[in-house]
């Protein structure tokens, strides 16, 4: 256990719909990371929150956006969903500084 | 893109030393060498990073040549449970928030009983 929480565990919904993909962090860490992972892609960066604020943006659609709160949870919302969208969506945390990365167990989401 | 190149695939047998190579020839000063696992489609797990120097703790051992252009992960006594695919990956640690990690395709790793 990771102790890096994600839910929903899974997700189906039909193209066109959005969703709202949830992540709490490890407690005390500051740095929240979003990656993507598709059969075709692999694992892909998206976004990076840093204490509240973007941080780093890697290959994240103009579809989906996330935002951090101040509780340090994150959100990422997937909107105008596409059958391309299928796939395992990871949350990752880590404090400032530090070399490790934690991940949670990730949400799949299945776009119909 | 990954700035690591790794062999698709590896066997090794149970109880064995399991050695995973990676090339990463364009690595600069200031980058790290990272090892993650991602046992089936669990979350991917942090298992060693280095610098210059050999690393080893509980999970792995890290060899880095001396140039730097290279590193081999060694798993001493492969079991089942380390089957899995496993990512070489450089990066800069940076202060005020670290940076995001980016993934190649890595090294499948089938222990066989």
């Known amino acids: 256990d990771s102790g890096v929480t994600q839910t929903p565990k899974h997700l189906i919904t039909a193209t066109g719909q959005r969703v709202t993909l949830r992540c709490s962090p490890r407690s005390g860490d500051l740095s929240v990371y979003w990656y993507q992972q598709s059969l075709d892609q692999g694992l892909q960066f998206l976004i990076q929150y840093y204490n509240g604020e973007e941080r780093a943006k890697g290959n994240i659609l103009e579809r989906f956006s996330a935002q951090q709160f101040p509780d340090l949870h994150s959100e990422l919302n997937l909107s105008s969903l596409e059958l391309g969208d299928s796939a395992l969506y990871f949350c990752a945390s880590s404090v400032q500084d530090y070399h490790e990365q934690y991940f949670g167990p990730g949400t799949r989401l299945t776009v119909t | 893109d990954a700035k690591t190149t790794q062999p698709p695939s590896m066997d090794c047998a149970e109880g064995r030393a399991a050695n995973l190579p990676c090339n990463h020839s364009?690595?600069?000063?200031?980058?790290?060498v990272y090892w993650y696992r991602q046992i089936h489609s669990q979350g991917p797990q942090y298992i060693i990073h280095?610098?210059?120097n050999n690393e080893t703790n509980e999970m792995a051992s890290l060899i880095i040549t001396e140039d730097r252009k290279s590193s081999t992960l060694i798993l001493p006594h492969a079991t089942l449970r380390d089957t899995a695919v496993y990512y070489c990956i450089v990066r800069v640690l940076i202060y005020s928030g670290n940076t995001p990690l980016v993934f190649g395709k890595g090294t499948r790793l089938s222990v066989i009983a």
């Open positions: 364009t690595i600069s000063g200031n980058e790290y």
């Open positions: 280095g610098l210059k």
